[in-house]
């Protein structure tokens, strides 16, 4: 499995401690964040399952230091929204090296906040936050960031032969594409 943004790796390491015979074995494990800091808190917690684990410091937008058609899984958890770039389209980049890395049969999954372009619903108070992380902070970068623009990217990066879901909760997206 290879997980892009861990962040501190809390659901990551559920998943494991959830593990059971009707669930695939997830005896290897690759982090990638750009963020050091943030490779070594989401190591140090995924170390404590004892499975095979490699770290990457890269950027999710560059070509990543693993081999293709490598891993089984592929995660990408809220990670697209901080990610520069107008729309997903700009953000082909992650979507490619993710279908680069995982076998074929294998699965990608992940989510991220929508932008004010996408008419998902969202409450008053998280529009706020949404717009100011996208203007003063400078942390969010999903103005244009839409369900239809990511359908449309993860359609030309995946091929035809993919079975692509997508859905919107609230005002995230949520994907699951095997390959």
């Given amino acids: 499995h290879v997980e892009i943004g861990p962040g501190n790796a809390w659901f990551l390491s559920r998943a494991l401690t959830a593990r059971s015979a009707d669930r695939p074995a997830m005896d290897r494990i690759t982090l990638v964040d750009y963020n050091p800091a943030a490779l070594d808190v989401s190591a140090r917690r995924i170390r404590r399952h004892g ?3 490699s770290t990457h410091t890269a950027d999710a937008l560059a070509r990543w230091p693993i081999p293709s058609d490598s891993a089984d899984s592929l995660g990408c958890c809220m990670v697209t929204h901080t990610l520069h770039g107008r729309g997903f389209a700009d953000k082909r980049a992650l979507f490619a090296e993710s279908v680069r890395v995982v076998r074929p049969g294998g699965t990608l999954f992940g989510c991220g906040i929508l932008g004010e372009a996408d008419p998902a619903p969202i409450s008053p108070a998280g529009a706020r936050m949404r717009r100011l992380y996208n203007t003063r902070r400078n942390v969010f970068h999903n103005a244009a960031d839409t369900e239809a623009g990511l359908i449309d990217v ?3 990066v995946c091929g035809p032969a993919a079975r692509i879901r997508v ?3 609230g005002a995230v997206a949520v994907w699951e594409v095997t390959l």
Wanted: cysteine-free.
């Fill in 167 to 169: 859905r919107a909760v």
């Fill in 51 to 53: 499975v095979a684990l």
């Fill in 154 to 156: 993860l359609a030309l």
